[in-house]
Protein backbone atom coordinates (compact mmCIF):
# COMPACT_ATOMS: atom_id res chain seq x y z
CA UNK A 1 0.00 0.00 0.00
CA UNK A 2 3.11 2.18 0.54
CA UNK A 3 4.56 1.86 -2.99
CA UNK A 4 4.55 5.19 -5.01
CA UNK A 5 3.03 6.93 -2.47
CA UNK A 6 6.34 8.33 -0.77
CA UNK A 7 6.39 8.29 3.12
CA UNK A 8 6.26 11.99 3.18
CA UNK A 9 4.12 14.71 1.43
CA UNK A 10 5.94 17.15 -0.92
CA UNK A 11 5.41 20.65 0.05
CA UNK A 12 6.97 23.48 2.54
CA UNK A 13 3.34 23.72 4.37
CA UNK A 14 0.24 21.66 5.26
CA UNK A 15 -1.92 23.58 2.66
CA UNK A 16 0.63 22.33 -0.09
CA UNK A 17 1.02 19.02 1.04
CA UNK A 18 -2.47 18.45 0.94
CA UNK A 19 -2.57 19.74 -2.48
CA UNK A 20 0.08 17.27 -3.20
CA UNK A 21 -1.77 14.33 -1.78
CA UNK A 22 -4.56 15.10 -4.00
CA UNK A 23 -2.47 15.42 -7.38
CA UNK A 24 -2.19 11.71 -6.70
CA UNK A 25 -4.11 8.50 -8.27
CA UNK A 26 -7.78 7.51 -7.00
CA UNK A 27 -5.90 4.60 -5.19
CA UNK A 28 -2.90 6.53 -3.70
CA UNK A 29 -5.47 9.35 -2.37
CA UNK A 30 -6.73 6.05 -0.28
CA UNK A 31 -4.06 4.21 0.67
CA UNK A 32 -2.46 7.20 2.37
CA UNK A 33 -5.68 8.24 3.89
CA UNK A 34 -6.10 4.89 5.15
CA UNK A 35 -2.64 4.83 6.62
CA UNK A 36 -3.28 8.28 8.60
CA UNK A 37 -6.52 6.91 10.46
CA UNK A 38 -5.77 3.13 10.29
CA UNK A 39 -6.38 2.99 13.83
CA UNK A 40 -9.01 5.52 14.28
CA UNK A 41 -11.79 4.23 11.52
CA UNK A 42 -9.78 3.43 8.52
CA UNK A 43 -9.68 -0.27 9.36
CA UNK A 44 -13.72 -0.66 9.46
CA UNK A 45 -14.13 2.25 6.25
CA UNK A 46 -11.27 0.17 4.27
CA UNK A 47 -13.82 -1.06 2.22
CA UNK A 48 -15.85 1.98 1.51
CA UNK A 49 -13.22 4.14 0.51
CA UNK A 50 -12.30 1.63 -2.16
CA UNK A 51 -15.76 1.23 -3.29
CA UNK A 52 -15.16 5.12 -3.39
CA UNK A 53 -12.09 4.40 -5.68
CA UNK A 54 -13.78 2.01 -8.23
CA UNK A 55 -16.58 4.21 -8.71
CA UNK A 56 -14.27 7.25 -9.43
CA UNK A 57 -12.69 5.02 -12.12
CA UNK A 58 -15.68 4.01 -13.50
CA UNK A 59 -16.89 7.70 -13.71
CA UNK A 60 -13.82 9.07 -15.20
CA UNK A 61 -13.97 8.20 -18.43
CA UNK A 62 -11.14 10.23 -19.56
CA UNK A 63 -8.45 9.07 -17.16
CA UNK A 64 -9.69 6.22 -15.07
CA UNK A 65 -7.19 4.32 -12.85
CA UNK A 66 -4.53 7.50 -13.53
CA UNK A 67 -7.10 9.81 -12.67
CA UNK A 68 -6.81 12.75 -9.67
CA UNK A 69 -10.06 14.16 -9.68
CA UNK A 70 -13.70 14.23 -10.80
CA UNK A 71 -15.60 17.45 -12.11
CA UNK A 72 -18.53 18.67 -10.34
CA UNK A 73 -21.21 16.80 -12.98
CA UNK A 74 -19.28 13.87 -12.03
CA UNK A 75 -18.69 14.22 -8.23
CA UNK A 76 -22.46 14.45 -8.29
CA UNK A 77 -22.86 11.35 -9.90
CA UNK A 78 -20.44 9.57 -7.00
CA UNK A 79 -22.33 10.94 -5.09
CA UNK A 80 -25.30 10.10 -5.57
CA UNK A 81 -24.43 6.47 -6.81
CA UNK A 82 -23.90 6.58 -3.03
CA UNK A 83 -27.07 8.22 -1.31
CA UNK A 84 -24.73 10.53 0.32
CA UNK A 85 -27.05 13.05 1.38
CA UNK A 86 -24.19 16.03 1.57
CA UNK A 87 -23.73 18.17 -1.43
CA UNK A 88 -20.67 19.11 -3.30
CA UNK A 89 -21.05 22.73 -2.10
CA UNK A 90 -21.75 21.70 1.92
CA UNK A 91 -18.51 19.57 1.02
CA UNK A 92 -16.37 22.92 0.07
CA UNK A 93 -18.09 24.81 2.45
CA UNK A 94 -16.71 22.57 5.62
CA UNK A 95 -13.50 22.36 3.78
CA UNK A 96 -13.00 26.61 3.62
CA UNK A 97 -13.77 26.37 6.93
CA UNK A 98 -11.81 24.07 8.36
CA UNK A 99 -8.54 26.04 5.83
CA UNK A 100 -8.28 22.78 3.73
CA UNK A 101 -9.23 25.07 0.83
CA UNK A 102 -9.04 28.18 -1.11
CA UNK A 103 -12.38 30.14 -2.68
CA UNK A 104 -11.92 29.17 -6.27
CA UNK A 105 -11.69 25.06 -6.34
CA UNK A 106 -13.20 23.55 -9.35
CA UNK A 107 -12.36 19.77 -9.17
CA UNK A 108 -13.11 17.46 -6.30
CA UNK A 109 -10.54 14.69 -5.22
CA UNK A 110 -11.93 11.67 -3.64
CA UNK A 111 -9.41 13.11 -0.73
CA UNK A 112 -11.62 16.71 0.04
CA UNK A 113 -14.26 14.38 0.32
CA UNK A 114 -13.16 11.87 2.45
CA UNK A 115 -11.93 14.68 4.93
CA UNK A 116 -15.65 16.28 4.91
CA UNK A 117 -17.61 13.20 5.36
CA UNK A 118 -15.49 11.70 7.97
CA UNK A 119 -14.55 14.86 9.62
CA UNK A 120 -10.89 14.43 9.88
CA UNK A 121 -8.06 16.55 10.74
CA UNK A 122 -6.49 17.33 7.15
CA UNK A 123 -3.56 18.64 8.99
CA UNK A 124 -3.09 14.98 10.42
CA UNK A 125 -3.69 13.74 7.37
CA UNK A 126 -0.94 15.12 5.61
CA UNK A 127 1.95 14.93 8.42
CA UNK A 128 0.89 11.14 9.04
CA UNK A 129 4.04 8.77 9.00
CA UNK A 130 3.79 6.17 6.09
CA UNK A 131 5.23 3.14 6.51
CA UNK A 132 6.27 3.13 10.17
CA UNK A 133 4.31 0.13 10.34
CA UNK A 134 5.05 -1.71 7.99
CA UNK A 135 2.74 -4.92 9.24
CA UNK A 136 -0.80 -2.57 9.29
CA UNK A 137 0.45 -1.40 5.78
CA UNK A 138 1.12 -4.72 4.55
CA UNK A 139 -2.54 -5.35 6.49
CA UNK A 140 -4.22 -2.38 5.17
CA UNK A 141 -2.84 -3.37 1.30
CA UNK A 142 -3.50 -6.90 1.55
CA UNK A 143 -7.24 -6.04 2.99
CA UNK A 144 -7.47 -3.26 0.42
CA UNK A 145 -6.45 -5.70 -2.61
CA UNK A 146 -8.78 -8.17 -0.90
CA UNK A 147 -11.32 -5.87 -1.32
CA UNK A 148 -10.41 -4.87 -4.39
CA UNK A 149 -10.91 -8.75 -5.65
CA UNK A 150 -14.07 -8.95 -4.01
CA UNK A 151 -15.35 -5.55 -5.57
CA UNK A 152 -14.02 -6.43 -8.89
CA UNK A 153 -16.08 -9.83 -8.60
CA UNK A 154 -19.03 -8.28 -7.30
CA UNK A 155 -18.93 -6.20 -9.92
CA UNK A 156 -18.59 -8.64 -12.64
CA UNK A 157 -21.02 -10.23 -11.15
CA UNK A 158 -23.50 -7.39 -11.18
CA UNK A 159 -22.42 -6.99 -14.59
CA UNK A 160 -23.28 -9.95 -15.59
CA UNK A 161 -26.80 -9.86 -14.00
CA UNK A 162 -27.34 -6.65 -15.41
CA UNK A 163 -26.14 -7.78 -18.67
CA UNK A 164 -28.57 -11.06 -17.75
CA UNK A 165 -31.23 -8.46 -17.01
CA UNK A 166 -30.74 -6.37 -20.35
CA UNK A 167 -31.54 -9.48 -22.14
CA UNK A 168 -34.27 -10.59 -20.17
CA UNK A 169 -35.58 -7.16 -20.71
CA UNK A 170 -34.89 -7.48 -24.10
CA UNK A 171 -35.82 -10.53 -24.59
CA UNK A 172 -39.35 -9.76 -22.71
CA UNK A 173 -39.55 -6.07 -24.91
CA UNK A 174 -39.07 -8.83 -27.99
CA UNK A 175 -41.37 -11.22 -26.76
CA UNK A 176 -43.77 -8.33 -26.69
CA UNK A 177 -43.09 -6.46 -29.81
CA UNK A 178 -43.86 -9.87 -31.25
CA UNK A 179 -47.24 -10.16 -29.36
CA UNK A 180 -48.01 -6.85 -30.61
CA UNK A 181 -46.78 -7.15 -33.81
CA UNK A 182 -49.16 -10.53 -33.62
CA UNK A 183 -51.89 -8.11 -32.38
CA UNK A 184 -51.79 -5.71 -35.06
CA UNK A 185 -51.53 -8.42 -37.76
CA UNK A 186 -54.75 -9.96 -36.40
CA UNK A 187 -56.28 -6.68 -36.23
CA UNK A 188 -55.24 -6.10 -39.62
CA UNK A 189 -56.41 -9.07 -40.82
CA UNK A 190 -60.03 -8.49 -39.44
CA UNK A 191 -59.77 -4.39 -40.83
CA UNK A 192 -59.33 -6.51 -44.21
CA UNK A 193 -61.85 -8.68 -43.88
CA UNK A 194 -63.98 -5.80 -42.68
CA UNK A 195 -63.16 -4.00 -45.71
CA UNK A 196 -63.14 -6.66 -48.25
CA UNK A 197 -66.84 -7.34 -47.37
CA UNK A 198 -67.27 -3.20 -47.12
CA UNK A 199 -65.87 -3.59 -50.52
CA UNK A 200 -67.84 -6.70 -51.58
CA UNK A 201 -71.52 -4.90 -50.35
CA UNK A 202 -70.14 -1.58 -51.87
CA UNK A 203 -69.77 -3.55 -55.11
CA UNK A 204 -73.08 -5.19 -54.51
CA UNK A 205 -74.73 -1.81 -54.50
CA UNK A 206 -72.61 -0.58 -57.28
CA UNK A 207 -74.15 -3.54 -59.68
CA UNK A 208 -77.52 -3.16 -58.44
CA UNK A 209 -77.08 0.81 -59.35
CA UNK A 210 -75.38 -0.13 -62.93
CA UNK A 211 -78.57 -2.40 -63.42
CA UNK A 212 -80.82 0.00 -62.43
CA UNK A 213 -79.24 3.00 -64.31
CA UNK A 214 -78.66 0.50 -67.00
CA UNK A 215 -83.13 0.52 -66.65
CA UNK A 216 -83.04 4.07 -66.58
CA UNK A 217 -80.82 5.05 -69.16
CA UNK A 218 -83.12 2.43 -71.57
CA UNK A 219 -86.38 4.33 -70.47
CA UNK A 220 -84.36 7.69 -70.81
CA UNK A 221 -83.84 6.47 -73.97
CA UNK A 222 -87.09 5.08 -75.14
CA UNK A 223 -88.49 8.54 -73.68
CA UNK A 224 -86.05 10.60 -75.83
CA UNK A 225 -86.74 8.20 -79.14
CA UNK A 226 -90.64 8.86 -78.34
CA UNK A 227 -89.31 12.89 -77.74
CA UNK A 228 -87.41 12.60 -80.98
CA UNK A 229 -90.95 11.32 -83.15
CA UNK A 230 -92.90 14.22 -81.06
CA UNK A 231 -90.42 16.56 -81.88
CA UNK A 232 -90.36 15.50 -85.80
CA UNK A 233 -94.43 15.71 -85.51
CA UNK A 234 -94.52 18.90 -84.20
CA UNK A 235 -91.51 20.17 -86.68
CA UNK A 236 -93.95 18.45 -89.23
CA UNK A 237 -97.22 20.32 -87.92
CA UNK A 238 -95.11 23.59 -87.04
CA UNK A 239 -93.90 23.40 -91.04
CA UNK A 240 -97.52 22.86 -92.04
CA UNK A 241 -98.41 25.82 -89.76
CA UNK A 242 -95.84 27.91 -91.29
CA UNK A 243 -97.13 27.15 -95.03
CA UNK A 244 -100.49 27.91 -93.93
CA UNK A 245 -99.47 31.00 -92.13
CA UNK A 246 -97.49 32.25 -95.42
CA UNK A 247 -100.62 31.49 -97.10
CA UNK A 248 -102.74 33.43 -95.13
CA UNK A 249 -100.47 36.23 -95.05
CA UNK A 250 -100.36 36.48 -98.98
CA UNK A 251 -104.08 36.60 -98.60
CA UNK A 252 -103.46 39.49 -95.93
CA UNK A 253 -101.39 40.79 -98.28
CA UNK A 254 -103.72 40.48 -101.23
CA UNK A 255 -106.66 41.32 -99.18
CA UNK A 256 -104.66 44.83 -98.02
CA UNK A 257 -103.93 45.61 -101.49
CA UNK A 258 -107.25 45.12 -102.51
CA UNK A 259 -108.62 47.01 -99.18
CA UNK A 260 -105.81 49.85 -100.39
CA UNK A 261 -107.27 50.01 -103.65
CA UNK A 262 -110.76 50.12 -102.36
CA UNK A 263 -109.65 52.74 -100.23
CA UNK A 264 -108.09 54.92 -103.02
CA UNK A 265 -111.47 54.33 -104.74
CA UNK A 266 -112.91 55.29 -101.83
CA UNK A 267 -111.38 58.24 -101.64
CA UNK A 268 -111.89 59.11 -105.66
CA UNK A 269 -115.34 58.54 -105.01
CA UNK A 270 -115.40 61.01 -101.94
CA UNK A 271 -113.54 63.44 -103.26
CA UNK A 272 -116.39 63.71 -105.94
CA UNK A 273 -119.32 63.36 -103.93
CA UNK A 274 -117.08 66.36 -101.48
CA UNK A 275 -117.25 68.02 -105.59
CA UNK A 276 -121.03 67.59 -106.13
CA UNK A 277 -121.90 68.49 -102.42
CA UNK A 278 -119.97 71.76 -102.90
CA UNK A 279 -121.77 71.98 -106.00
CA UNK A 280 -125.14 70.79 -104.86
CA UNK A 281 -124.36 73.61 -102.11
CA UNK A 282 -123.58 76.57 -104.33
CA UNK A 283 -126.88 75.63 -106.54
CA UNK A 284 -128.82 75.73 -103.10
CA UNK A 285 -127.15 78.53 -102.18
CA UNK A 286 -128.38 80.24 -105.42
CA UNK A 287 -131.72 78.79 -105.21
CA UNK A 288 -132.14 80.35 -101.94
CA UNK A 289 -130.94 83.64 -103.31
CA UNK A 290 -133.66 83.73 -105.93
CA UNK A 291 -136.27 82.17 -103.62
CA UNK A 292 -135.01 85.26 -101.40
CA UNK A 293 -135.31 87.72 -104.06
CA UNK A 294 -138.68 86.31 -105.69
CA UNK A 295 -140.00 86.27 -102.14
CA UNK A 296 -139.06 90.12 -101.99
CA UNK A 297 -140.06 90.86 -105.42
CA UNK A 298 -143.41 88.92 -104.59
CA UNK A 299 -143.71 91.27 -101.42
CA UNK A 300 -142.63 94.83 -102.90
CA UNK A 301 -145.49 93.45 -105.88
CA UNK A 302 -147.96 92.88 -103.86
CA UNK A 303 -147.37 96.05 -102.30
CA UNK A 304 -147.13 97.77 -104.88
CA UNK A 305 -150.76 96.17 -106.36
CA UNK A 306 -152.39 97.40 -103.17
CA UNK A 307 -150.64 100.82 -102.83
CA UNK A 308 -150.79 103.41 -105.84
CA UNK A 309 -152.64 104.11 -108.98
CA UNK A 310 -154.69 101.70 -110.68
CA UNK A 311 -151.85 101.83 -113.56
CA UNK A 312 -149.43 101.25 -110.86
CA UNK A 313 -151.76 98.38 -109.01
CA UNK A 314 -152.19 96.52 -112.64
CA UNK A 315 -148.95 96.62 -113.83
CA UNK A 316 -148.10 95.04 -110.68
CA UNK A 317 -150.38 92.36 -110.41
CA UNK A 318 -149.01 91.48 -114.32
CA UNK A 319 -145.37 90.87 -113.14
CA UNK A 320 -147.13 88.75 -110.46
Known amino acids: MADNTGNVLPGATDFEKLESLCARPYKAQAVWFLNAFW???GEGEAQNLWNYVHKAVEIDLDHREAGTHLNEMEAHRLLESFDETMTVREMRTYLRQHGAIGERVKNV???HWWIAKYKADWAVLVNAPQGDNKEAIEKAQAMLESAQAALNEATARANEAANALREAIAAEEAAKAREAEAKAAEAQAIAAEDAARQREAEAKAAEAQAITAEED???????????????RQREAEAKAAEEQAH???????????????RKEELSAKESELAAAQSELEAALAELK????????KTKELERKSEEG????????????
Open 217 to 231: ARQREAEAKAAEADA
Open 247 to 261: ARAEEAKASEEQAHA
Open 309 to 320: GVVSRNRAKNEL
Open 289 to 296: AQEEAYNA
Open 109 to 111: PLT
Open 39 to 41: ESF
